[in-house]
């Protein structure tokens, strides 16, 4: 296993276009998150999953985003009618369920432009 | 809500410098405190850590202690090396609830040979 996988690593897109994002976590690791980092911030909270089920959802995360995790590996962050304000870069975590204390492993990032 | 306050960069030392990188936190519980790192091109990486007052993690020549009474949780290394260059986030999580993490802004840290 080498790792949270995300893919694309760079998107480009105009304004008013749909993206898709996806995240394939550590196998095994039922807890799932997305996060935003834009220039020179730190990364922000957007949403978790346990397993299938989204638990929390940042207010950051307005309802042009939906995120899923169908069968509880992997999942994808959708962003509609994307903004130029939605640039950033998007980070997927995963972590082991169970002691409070266990790492988050984060992806390397997919880092999107709206043009 | 929680918050965690790093000290601006970028910080710019020479080869075989001592560093401090700042780092305090408000939270309304007892979170545990996380440095991350981010190398040029990459993912975040845990640096290290702490889960309760007065521990104190340790990593690769970096350490940092888990002040409660100042709730700090500063960074250092006694001797930085050019490979140390990065960027530095500093974060804490509640130890309740979802485990979500909250983190600082970052500081960059450029070493020189």
């Known amino acids: 296993d080498t790792g949270v996988s995300q893919d694309p690593r760079h998107k480009i897109t105009k304004r008013g276009q749909n993206v898709t994002f996806r995240c394939d976590p550590i196998?095994?690791?039922?807890?799932l998150y997305w996060y935003r980092q834009t220039l020179g911030q730190g990364p922000e909270f957007l949403t978790y999953?346990?397993?299938?089920?989204?638990?929390?959802k940042s207010r950051l995360l307005s309802d042009r985003f939906s995120a899923e995790r169908p069968k509880g590996s992997f999942s994808t962050l959708e962003i509609q009618r994307t903004e130029q304000g939605d640039s950033a870069m998007y980070l997927c975590?995963?972590?082991?369920?169970?002691?409070?204390?266990?790492?988050?492993?984060f992806g390397q990032g997919t880092r999107l432009t709206v043009v | 809500g929680d918050s965690v306050t790093q000290m601006e960069g970028p910080v710019t030392l020479s080869e075989e410098a001592f560093l401090t990188i700042n780092c305090t936190y408000t939270?309304?519980?007892?979170?545990?405190l996380f440095w991350y790192v981010q190398y040029p091109g990459e993912g975040l990486q845990l640096l290290l850590k702490?889960?309760?007052?007065?521990d104190k993690g340790s990593n690769k020549g970096f350490e940092a202690t888990y002040r409660k009474e100042t709730t700090s949780f500063h960074l250092e290394k006694g001797s930085v090396q050019v490979s140390d260059s990065a960027v530095y986030f500093c974060?804490?999580?509640?130890?309740?609830?979802?485990?979500?993490?909250?983190f600082g802004k970052g500081t960059m840290l450029l070493v020189s040979p």
């Open positions: 975590a995963s972590s082991p369920g169970g002691l409070m204390n266990t790492e988050a492993f």
């Open positions: 196998s095994e690791h039922n807890r």
């Open positions: 999953f346990q397993n299938e089920a989204q638990l929390e």
């Open positions: 939270a309304t519980g007892y979170p545990s």
């Open positions: 702490a889960t309760k007052a007065d």
């Open positions: 974060a804490l999580r509640e130890n309740s609830g979802y485990s979500t993490l909250t």
